[in-house]
């Protein structure tokens, strides 16, 4: 198992309550954290191959698998940047990581939640780490989780599945969240399939077959 295999596995085992048990609160999801970890890590991967200048690719893997670990503090997840990043550090310094480079890990960890500041001046890793976690759950993605929370209603329907389709992902994906090349154009890629997506169920669900019937 390389480093990166042991660091995931690592973070899974943390995060095992959370994964099966959801997230407390008055909409209770079951939503896997540790899932969304590895696909974070496959778009930071994804993103660094396409980004145009020098990454330390070997910090941002790590802030990449780390970056949710606190949400497995049960009693705190409102600080889970905070959390995640102590956690890491406590987990990179057992292991003799060079300081500065867990203190830099342990920056981009506690810095990911603050995604209004992707248009500053910070570190390539950072905006790469924060249009990684950006770019999971949108799209397709996005709208597999509206329905999903949609259905949890009881009297959930076809109109207020558009309806949630509509006030998440494509409200979400209207906005300008991201910043480099690569981002940019699988945004729009996701932006277009979700629009296409709601249009076409629109269409199917507003037929004017009663106006012509009568
Ligand atoms: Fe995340």
Redesign the pocket.
């Known amino acids: 198992m390389n480093q990166y295999a042991e660091m995931f596995q690592y973070v899974k085992n943390a995060l095992s309550y959370y994964d099966t048990h959801g997230r407390k609160g008055k909409l209770k999801f079951r939503y896997n954290?540790s899932e969304?970890?590895m696909r974070?890590c496959q778009w930071a991967v994804r993103l660094a191959d396409e980004y145009p200048g020098e990454i330390d690719l070997d910090s941002l893997k790590i802030a990449a698998i780390f970056?949710?670990i606190g949400y497995s503090v049960e009693e705190d997840r409102t600080s889970h940047p905070a959390n995640g990043a102590k956690l890491c550090r406590e987990y990179l310094t057992a292991r003799n990581y060079p300081a500065a480079q867990v203190d830099f890990i342990c920056e981009l960890i506690l810095r990911?939640?603050d995604k209004e500041c992707i248009h500053d001046d910070i570190p390539a890793e950072l905006i790469l780490l924060m249009e990684a976690?950006l770019l999971?759950d949108t799209g397709a993605q996005g709208i597999v989780l509206d329905i999903w929370v949609e259905s949890r209603r009881e009297d959930a329907d076809y109109a207020s599945m558009l309806g949630h389709i509509r006030e998440y992902t494509l409200r979400t994906m209207q906005k300008d969240s991201v910043r480099t090349p690569a981002a940019k154009r699988i945004w729009a890629e996701k932006r277009a399939l979700a629009e296409s997506f709601a249009e076409s169920l629109s269409r199917d669900l507003t037929g004017d077959w009663m106006e012509k019937l009568i």
């Open positions: 954290r969304h970890t974070v970056h949710d990911h939640s976690d999971d």
